[in-house]
């Protein structure tokens, strides 16, 4: 593919964005406008022919990862991947754009998913992470679904005057709830503005949400806790004393900062995922029986 041109061809690679429902999609920005920043001097960020050439060629980026995953005390055998795109987003609504606005915020969307056996039973976790390309505001909205055969639970994180916070479980105690948290740092947040510019991850010490994965696992209450974070090229590694867990997230260093791999340790247990392999495909019209060899070639299968 040639180079893009600035911005004549963008209406026409938003055309074929991701899971459209309506084909009139044509946002012409490219750079994301802000809701709320995360401080009152930072810029937007100005995306350079090299990231419109990759993030808005009509295609996601999806990496499947080996995964050992620490449960009930012991190490499980699964599968990770992690899906990033861009997207149209709405401010108000806090969902994907079907219509061109000048309004709409340009998202890097990052839907991760696990799957993994505890004896008999499987378990299914995703999360969502709908983050602005402008890198100086927090995710707008974050979601996290757990599944297995106990039963399921969901918690949204949507970002507007303050965080508001809707959680639903199975579990007594935890049940239907809905509350506001002060803004600080989400740590779902931090997979998404390290592939925009890792330079710009907080560091030292810090307030930080836990990732929602790890609150409903642990029951854990969904709040800010102190941690402390570190950054080297290639690495980010986030420790928080309180909840005795440790994250590291290993990142090729060169533009698009793909995920090599990543641990996280609690409980002297550590969880961690390997890269198996990497492709770019728009996988919303590839759902016929054919396409099945995707998955191999993913290692999926």
């Given at each position: 593919m040639k180079p893009i041109k600035t911005l004549v061809l963008i209406p026409f690679i938003l055309l074929l964005f991701g899971?459209?429902?309506?084909?009139?999609?044509?946002?012409?920005?490219?750079?994301?406008?802000?809701?709320?920043?995360k401080s009152n001097n930072t810029p937007a960020f100005k995306p350079d022919q090299q990231f419109n050439n990759y993030w808005y060629a009509g295609e996601?980026?999806?990496?499947?990862?080996?995964?050992?995953?620490?449960r009930y005390g012991e190490i499980r055998d699964g599968h990770?991947?992690?899906?990033?795109?861009?997207?149209?987003?709405?401010?108000?609504?806090q969902v994907k754009a079907d219509q061109s606005?000048?309004?709409?915020?340009?998202?890097?969307?990052l839907n991760s998913t696990k799957n993994f056996n505890t004896g008999i039973y499987p378990y299914s976790i995703m999360q969502s992470t709908?983050?602005?390309?402008?890198?100086?505001?927090?995710?707008?909205?974050?979601?996290?679904?757990?599944?297995?055969?106990?039963?399921?639970?969901?918690?949204?994180?949507?970002?507007?005057?303050?965080?508001?916070?809707?959680?639903?479980?199975?579990?007594?105690?935890e049940a239907d709830q809905q509350f506001t948290l002060e803004k600080t740092v989400l740590e779902n947040e931090i997979w998404t503005q390290l592939r925009i510019n890792p330079n710009s991850l907080p560091t030292g010490n810090i307030s930080v949400i836990p990732n929602l994965e790890f609150i409903r696992?642990?029951?854990?209450?969904l709040k800010s806790y102190n941690a402390f974070a570190e950054h080297v090229p290639g690495t980010y590694k986030l420790t928080n004393k309180e909840l005795d867990k440790t994250l590291e997230i290993n990142y090729n260093p060169e533009f698009p900062y793909?995920?090599?791999?990543?641990?996280?340790t609690t409980k002297g247990l550590t969880t961690k995922a390997t890269k198996l392999k990497t492709i770019k495909s728009a996988y919303w019209n590839k759902n016929s029986n054919a396409d099945l060899e995707l998955r191999k070639t993913l290692g999926l299968e």
């Open positions: 899971c459209n429902k309506n084909k009139n999609v044509n946002n012409k920005e490219v750079v994301s406008q802000t809701i709320v920043s996601a980026e999806i990496s499947s990862y080996k995964l050992e995953q620490a990770a991947v992690l899906v990033y795109v861009t997207e149209p987003f709405l401010a108000k609504e606005n000048p309004s709409n915020i340009n998202v890097l969307k709908f983050y602005p390309v402008a890198n100086n505001q927090h995710a707008i909205k974050i979601s996290a679904s757990v599944q297995e055969w106990c039963g399921q639970v969901y918690t949204q994180l949507n970002n507007r005057d303050q965080f508001q916070v809707t959680s639903h479980s199975y579990f007594q105690g696992l642990n029951h854990k209450p793909n995920i090599e791999s990543w641990s996280e």
